[in-house]
């Protein structure tokens, strides 16, 4: 009751005092919801989101059940919040858009030392009755959702880990530990003996083993995988990797340095797939955006490894995708 309260005072500052078991509780209410505020569709009402502290002294939350269609989790939407030393174990995720076990939508925040264990950790995607992408009428298939966090922007995470977990989720944008980033760091984070299954659609992009994409990043260092398994069924998915489906920076900004990572596991991907990467499927650029986004991203990759098997692509190197304007371990790519 005192954690559901939290709700009622969205810009406090929170100790959690004891472990707290969700099991029996049913759906959770999130923390905090999305309202856009200038019609960016990125930029939350701050008033409604949580824009405190909120520190788990290493106490875990078990059996919490996230179920919703947008911007869902412990915490729905976060704002300029802290968010630290928190476990969960054994957690079950269902959702369309920006969902997430501890937060569905990470804004400008900072996250830290965020765990996922346990023998039962689910995520699922949910159809939505809304045709926001165009794919089928009355259809919208799931993107941006994860264990740890569905959406992220401008925001930091330090030391996430999730061991356990295992995904059966679709379309765009998804990963174990996060979906989709954007402008933020990840330092120190890792996914374990985990594995994320991937059904086919009209369109299939953005799928990695810690997150599936950390677009205009400055950095993801010393991040790893390790023991994860990544498959997509189909022929037509593309930028896939066993950490990052995609990231890189465009315009003015600095190349996003992938620096001192490792991963280890396996890539399954039907033989039509295209940018499949070891380490990441590739720098943003589809056809789709060209448009506002004429140039590939830009990335460099250095002082890290992949041992990775790849069925379905035999030629899958350390990136699925490189241009002239990236460098892996100080070569240019191609």
């Known amino acids: 009751e005192q954690l559901a309260a939290v709700a009622g005072d969205l810009d406090a500052n929170y100790v959690l005092d004891n472990d707290i078991d969700l099991s029996s509780y049913g759906t959770w209410t999130p923390i905090g919801e999305f309202e856009n505020t200038n019609g960016d569709g ?43 030393d928190l476990r969960f174990e054994n957690v079950s995720v269902k959702g369309t858009c920006m969902v997430g076990a501890a937060i569905g939508y990470a804004f400008e925040s900072s996250i830290n030392n965020v765990d996922i264990k346990g ?35 401008d925001s930091e995470f330090n030391d996430c880990d999730v061991e356990g977990a295992a995904a059966v989720i679709n379309v765009h944008d998804v990963g174990i530990l996060g979906g989709g980033f954007e402008g933020c760091k990840l330092y120190n984070c890792t996914v374990k003996n985990s594995s994320i299954n991937v059904d086919n659609g009209p369109y299939v992009y953005g799928i990695g083993g810690l997150s599936g994409c950390a677009v205009s990043a400055e950095y993801v260092r010393s991040c790893k995988t390790d023991n994860v398994s990544v498959s997509v ?3 037509h998915a593309y930028l896939v990797g066993s950490m990052l489906g995609y990231t890189g920076t465009t315009g003015d900004a600095d190349a996003t340095n992938v620096n ?62 490189s241009t002239e304007l990236d460098t892996i371990d100080g070569q240019k790519g191609d």
Not at 50 to 55: E, H, L, P, R
Not at 139 to 151: D, L, Q
Not at 279 to 306: D, H, M, Q, W
């Open 233 to 235: 069924n189909g022929e």
């Open 260 to 321: 001192a990572c490792s991963v280890g596991g396996s890539i399954n991907v039907g033989s039509g797939a295209e940018r499949i990467g070891k380490l990441i499927g590739g720098g943003y650029y589809i056809e789709g955006t060209k448009a506002f986004f004429p140039v590939p991203a830009r990335y460099n990759i250095s002082e890290s490894s992949a041992n990775v098997t790849v069925t379905g692509r035999s030629d899958a190197g350390m990136a699925g995708y």
């Open 42 to 84: 990125e930029t939350p009402d701050e008033s409604k989101a949580f824009s405190g502290v909120f520190d788990g002294k290493n106490h875990k939350i078990t059996g919490i059940n996230v179920d919703g269609m947008m911007a869902a989790g412990l915490f729905g939407v976060t704002a300029g919040a802290e968010i630290k």
């Open 119 to 153: 023998d039962n950790n689910k995520l699922e995607g949910k159809l939505s009755e809304n045709d926001a992408f165009g794919l089928e009428s009355g259809v919208t298939a799931p993107n941006m959702i994860a264990f740890i966090t569905g959406a992220g922007m």
